[in-house]
Structures are given as structure tokens and as C-alpha cells.
């Protein structure tokens, strides 16, 4: 497991973790009313406690992602992956506050998210664990 943090402000900020596959996409203004920065915490993690949906095989890092404020607008997060073929790709997340293991993964059910040969893409408002999965395991 590594971290790192970066501190959000209401102006449009891009975010790429080097070497561990990971983009963010902040737009303008997209903390609450009155909140003027905010920290997140991003850990990732390639082997843990993790079950996720039958049929299904992690070919992503796993990202936990924590901000005490919920953004306004949505973020784009961008992971890279080692699957072989984009159309059988999806996003899963489990929640951060789950105090039982192993962290149960579920498909992220909307937005779906897009997928080039080494990327996924999905925006959000809030975050979470959150991987790709390829089916078929």
C-alpha cells in the first residue's frame, strides 16, 4: 500500500500519480458553498482483503479515495489496467467504511464508465475503493 494526498481548491485541477496509474480531473467550483480547500487521501493497493462479483478478476491497482466533503460537480477519475479487451471491463467499489473483511466489491452501477486499451474513466461526486475488473476469471 502507498498514499498520497493533494489539497483541493475551487479551481480546476488535474491530477496524475505517477508511476501508479492513477488521474484525477477537478472541475472549477466543485467544492460545497463556503469550503475553500480540502484535503484527499488516495491509497493504493495491489493484494488485500478483496472479494469481488463471481466471474470477475481484478486488472487494476485498487484505489481508496477519502474527502471529508461531498464535490459539487462530478471529478473524472482515470486508472489504468491491464486488460485485454475494453468491452468486458467494469468498475467496482466497495465502501471505505466497511469494518468487516474481506472488502466486498460491487459493479459501480451508474455511471458505467469508459475504457480505452490502458484506461477507465468514470466521473463521480463522492469516492470510495474503487478498481476495474475484467470478466470472466
Known amino acids: 500500500i502507498t498514499e498520497t494526498s493533494i489539497s483541493v481548491t475551487n479551481e480546476a485541477q488535474a491530477f496524475h500519480w505517477a508511476g501508479y496509474g492513477l488521474k484525477l480531473h477537478i472541475p472549477p467550483a466543485s467544492l460545497p458553498t463556503g469550503v475553500e480547500q480540502s484535503d484527499l487521501v488516495i491509497k493504493a493497493s495491489l493484494k488485500g482483503q478483496f472479494q469481488f462479483p463471481e466471474n470477475k478478476t481484478l486488472v487494476s491497482a485498487v484505489y481508496w ?11 473524472t477519475l482515470e486508472i489504468q489496467h491491464c486488460g ?3 468491452g468486458t ?31 477507465g474513466a ?9 478498481g476495474i475488473v475484467q470478466e470472466g476469471g
Do not use: E, N
Not at 479515495?65 to 471529478?75: D, E, I
Not at 468514470?122 to 474503487?130: D, H, I, N, Q
Open 65 to 75: 479515495l477519502r474527502c471529508p466533503v461531498k464535490f459539487t460537480k462530478p471529478v
Open 122 to 130: 468514470v466521473t463521480l461526486f463522492s469516492f470510495s475503493g474503487l
Open 89 to 119: 471491463l467494469s468498475f467496482v467499489r466497495a465502501k471505505c467504511s466497511q469494518k468487516d473483511l474481506p472488502y466486498l466489491f460491487q459493479p459501480l452501477a451508474s455511471p458505467r464508465g469508459v475504457f480505452s486499451s490502458d484506461y
Open 84 to 86: 485485454k479487451h475494453p
